[in-house]
């Protein structure tokens, strides 16, 4: 049984960092986990995934450089979140799937944890 529950995220102001987290269980190693996030109004877009190996990355080019995706020895995959901006708003889930930036390719999902850049 897959599980993946998001945790961190909150309020931080323009040009500050946060880290979330997505705990996930029964996830194989032929498997990938991603980071999605959806504005109010928007579609969901790919933020970062990488290969349950930790050797494969990937990010979408408005986060590449501010954001940083690993996995940790505690079957955790950690979403480091630096120079925030308004455009960072959103709800972040994670999802397991296929190393892949199309959210069709990811079957199980979190709940998704809100994240809000604002001062």
């Known amino acids: 049984q897959v599980q993946l529950t998001e945790s961190g995220g909150g309020f931080v102001q323009p040009g500050g960092s946060t880290t979330l987290s997505c705990a996930a269980s029964?996830?194989?190693?032929?498997?990938?986990v991603g980071w999605f996030r959806q504005a109010p109004g928007k579609d969901r877009e790919f933020v970062a995934t990488?290969?349950?190996?930790?050797?494969?990355t990937d990010y979408a080019d408005s986060v590449k450089g501010r954001f940083t995706i690993s996995r940790d020895i505690g079957n955790s995959v950690d979403l480091q979140m630096n120079s925030l901006n308004s455009e960072d708003t959103g709800v972040y889930y994670c999802?397991?799937?296929?190393?892949?930036?199309?959210?069709?390719?990811?079957?199980?999902w979190g709940q998704g944890t809100q994240v809000t850049v604002s001062s």
């Open positions: 029964g996830v194989a190693f032929s498997d990938s």
């Open positions: 990488i290969s349950w190996s930790g050797v494969f």
């Open positions: 999802a397991r799937g296929t190393y892949s930036r199309r959210p069709e390719n990811y079957d199980y």
